[in-house]
């Protein structure tokens, strides 16, 4: 328990949570462990259902799914340098012999395609707290921010998976599946997740506004990253084409996006 | 058969029978064991659980047999707030709890007819009803026995006897038109927010007008925290001040069928517009889970909320005995007499259904506010374009032909952190430079209470939200002139318990926001 509260205070955590240490209790872990594991399940899942279907329906859900939809139309796109397009290439290798520039506008296409699902929650409060002639600015600035933290992790991924490709050859898909599966079960991920869905303050007047709205997209997209890095490695390095693989890795972090918020494993 | 649940205040004075069946009973569901769903503590649980202060206050120990973890997870943990099942789960929770007492007390060798009073602390004819019942804070019953009905950890203000203060428990919900409401930040409506399940720390979602004044206000008047101790620490808070404890408090009940009989004048003091949500989401919802409460036997009943819509309906079988309130005039009617306007214009306005347009911000502080030292003061900067629209929309409400309602004004408090659930400050929009508050009732916005402050604050948590209509007091800084070439209106954040300090208790955010009508 010591141990707990040093570390929840270096995490800033508000003192030791007392349930992380009743959740260690024999007691709590029920008679029943495999009706506890369905219920478990069930209610995750229909909450998580529910969660989606809930933001949906509403704006500006719509709009971004929308957005979505013409990237990965992008995505299909023949490549720029005569290249395959982005989509149905799925060797690392080959992406190595593209041009810096068309690699760079497929990895904008795939941003496109990928990400503004998971912008709802932060695009719906910039609307609500920005004065009404600024808001198209402000969420203008907030998604530069964002794909600026999302261009540079890019290059950081393409070197990340060259070198996993050239350690590991044809298991690297392997490794990097592993990865994302053992940080998914981290507790530095929940953290990032938690992390990501902070509410920063965003001030209304002047330049001060804009520059609050670049500083959340930053944030926002830092943090996803945090919490999404090896899932992308995955993704890249999967060997069913890179347009599946991606489009998987969009379900995988939209449901999480919107997975009911469970209790801290970091702390414990 | 329908029952009457009646005032506390019209029993008889002190020890009424029916209090005194209630203590009687209270004190045999506490021996039953806690893995018991019609026990005391079960019952309390399936509000919310803190363990820690649950072992502290000797309520458990740490050999104490719990349920299974299937059992809990279908009933503990459940008080929906900040959300539209506000209301309809506590009712389905009420009904169980009147029932399981009902039957214990019958078993005692009471009444078949019993029912659980509700404490009206706005009864007009009762010279102290904002006074906790004096069965509860006597420390002994008529006998000289112990008294069930009292707690230690009931702190109110730190003094003798408590008091909810009449400035907090105003019934101003009662005169909006919208059950749920919200979009765009604006006012969240009487019921609250339309959300998921929501257990409070989900998001950042407003409390609901009723939810807020007066329930959260009495629960954290009531409740209070042990003075000069640490008050960040929940095992400092009264009962009532924490959600995950306060319904092991035996006035919390009384509390709740209150705020359960609001819900019921509400609908009766303007049938044509005071309209329960339609929506499926609502009706059948949180689709997650179904809530489930035990009968007197301790079997599981489930109920949505559409099968809380009528009281009187098998299900539930009951019925208040007072749900009157003095008409509410319709908050536009009373805003455009204020304003000037003719009686023409007036009926007018209220024939006119109401439409609600995308609400807007007209004004923002710039930094976070520090409420850890007692009372503290921002300025909201206006912005020139959004307050002009504002002041339009006054002066164009009262001419003669007017289409329009005058534009609805709101308060808006974000990432209100903080982990005293018991802290409680007043709020105050445009006080001249000095004055004193208290002698302003007029500028007085709203009420903050941090109820379920510590679930919305932890984890890295945004804090809760709250939206206070300020329309009135924008109106009369209109009609004073203030408004019109305002760069700023000045909020005022007065503790109740000023002698106390909060470490770490903050308010991101402070917005005026307009919804065109």
């Known amino acids: 328990v010591e141990r707990q509260n040093v570390i929840a205070a270096k995490a800033g955590i508000?003192?030791?949570?007392p349930y992380v240490v009743w959740r260690l209790d024999p007691r709590f872990r029920g008679d029943d462990k495999l009706l506890n594991l369905i219920h478990r399940g069930d209610s995750l899942m229909r909450g998580w259902l529910t969660a989606i279907a809930f933001r949906a329906g509403r704006k500006p859900m719509p709009a971004l799914l929308s957005i979505s939809a013409f990237g990965w139309l992008l995505m299909l796109a023949p490549s720029p340098s005569g290249g395959l397009p982005f989509a149905i290439c799925g060797d690392a290798a080959a992406t190595a012999l593209n041009q810096p520039s068309a690699l760079l506008l497929q990895w904008i296409a795939m941003l496109v395609a990928m990400t503004p699902p998971l912008l709802d929650g932060p695009i719906l409060r910039l609307w609500k707290s920005s004065l009404a002639r600024r808001r198209a600015a402000m969420i203008a600035c907030f998604v530069v921010g964002y794909a600026l933290v999302w261009i540079f992790a890019g290059a950081a991924l393409g070197g990340a998976v060259s070198a996993l490709a050239r350690a590991f050859d044809r298991w690297a898909f392997v490794v990097a599946l592993a990865l994302a599966l053992g940080w998914r079960l981290a507790p530095g991920?929940?953290?990032?997740?938690?992390?990501?869905?902070?509410?920063?303050?965003?001030?209304?007047?002047?330049?001060?506004?804009?520059?609050?709205?670049?500083?959340?997209?930053?944030?926002?997209?830092?943090?996803?990253?945090?919490?999404?890095?090896p899932l992308m490695l995955a993704a890249l390095l999967a060997p069913i084409g890179r347009g599946p693989a991606m489009f998987a890795a969009a379900v995988l972090m939209i449901a999480e996006r919107y997975l009911p918020r469970a209790d801290p494993i970091y702390a414990s | 058969m329908t029952t009457i649940r009646k005032d506390v205040?019209?029993?008889?004075?002190?020890w009424s029978d029916p209090l005194i069946w209630y203590a009687k009973a209270v004190h045999e569901m506490r021996s039953r064991p806690f893995a018991d769903p019609t026990s005391w503590l079960f019952l309390a649980a399936m509000h919310g659980f803190d363990p820690d202060a649950w072992t502290a206050f000797g309520y458990i120990t740490k050999t104490t047999p719990l349920p299974a973890a299937a059992v809990q997870k279908t009933y503990w943990s459940k008080c929906q707030h900040q959300s539209w099942f506000f209301l309809p789960w506590h009712r389905g929770y009420l009904w169980s709890f009147e029932t399981i007492v009902r039957a214990a007390i019958v078993k005692l060798g009471g009444p078949h007819d019993w029912t659980l009073p509700y404490w009206n602390y706005n009864n007009a004819a009762i010279a102290h009803a904002n006074q906790l019942p004096p069965a509860f804070a006597a420390a002994t019953m008529p006998d000289g026995s112990h008294n069930p009905l009292f707690v230690k950890q009931r702190y109110g203000a730190n003094r003798t006897p408590i008091v909810v203060p009449k400035q907090m428990i105003r019934p101003v919900a009662q005169n909006d038109d919208r059950f749920t409401g919200g979009e765009g930040g604006a006012h969240p409506g009487f019921g609250g927010p339309q959300t998921i399940f929501h257990h409070g720390g989900e998001d950042d979602a407003p409390n609901g007008g009723l939810e807020s004044e007066p329930h959260n206000n009495v629960h954290s008047a009531v409740g209070g925290n042990l003075p000069n101790a640490d008050t960040n620490d929940p095992k400092n808070l009264g009962l009532m001040s924490d959600p995950d404890q306060a319904a092991l408090d035996p006035i919390f009940w009384l509390h709740h069928a209150n705020i359960d009989r609001l819900w019921e004048v509400w609908r009766n003091n303007n049938p044509g517009r005071h309209k329960d949500p339609t929506l499926s989401a609502w009706l059948n919802g949180p689709a997650t889970e179904v809530f489930a409460v035990p009968d007197a036997a301790g079997k599981k009943v489930e109920y949505r909320p559409k099968d809380m819509l009528d009281t009187k309906a098998p299900n539930l079988g009951y019925t208040y005995e007072d749900v009157s309130t003095p008409k509410p005039t319709a908050l536009v009617a009373t805003r455009l007499s204020n304003l000037g306007a003719s009686a023409d214009v007036v009926?007018?306005?209220?024939?006119?259904?109401?439409?609600?347009?995308?609400?807007?911000?007209v004004g923002a502080n710039d930094a976070k506010v520090d409420l850890s030292q007692g009372v503290a003061t921002t300025s909201v900067k206006l912005d020139k374009p959004a307050t002009a629209k504002v002041t339009q929309s006054l002066a164009a409400a009262v001419a003669p032909a007017a289409q329009q309602a005058p534009d609805r004004v709101f308060l808006r408090l974000e990432n209100i952190r903080g982990f005293n659930d018991a802290a409680l400050f007043s709020v105050y929009v445009g006080l001249p430079p000095g004055a004193d508050p208290e002698a302003h009732p007029e500028n007085l916005a709203g009420n903050i209470s941090l109820f379920g402050g510590t679930k919305a604050s932890r984890n890295s948590g945004n804090g809760l939200t709250q939206v206070f209509d300020i329309s009135s007091i924008v109106d009369s800084l209109h009609l004073s002139g203030v408004l019109?070439?305002?760069?700023?209106l000045d909020v005022r954040f007065v503790p109740?318990?000023?002698?106390?300090?909060?470490?770490?208790m903050s308010i991101g955010a402070v917005k005026i926001v307009r919804e065109p009508q």
Request: with cysteine.
């Open chain 1, 189 to 229: 991920q929940q953290f990032a997740h938690e992390r990501a869905h902070a509410a920063p303050r965003l001030r209304v007047f002047g330049a001060a506004a804009f520059a609050d709205g670049a500083r959340y997209g930053l944030r926002y997209g830092l943090w996803c990253i945090c919490a999404c890095w």
């Open chain 2, 496 to 504: 109740y318990r000023p002698e106390q300090t909060n470490p770490e």
């Open chain 2, 347 to 361: 009926a007018n306005a209220i024939e006119r259904p109401p439409v609600q347009q995308p609400a807007e911000v």
């Open chain 2, 484 to 488: 019109q070439g305002a760069d700023a």
């Open chain 2, 9 to 14: 205040w019209h029993l008889g004075a002190g």
């Open chain 1, 14 to 17: 508000q003192g030791p949570p």
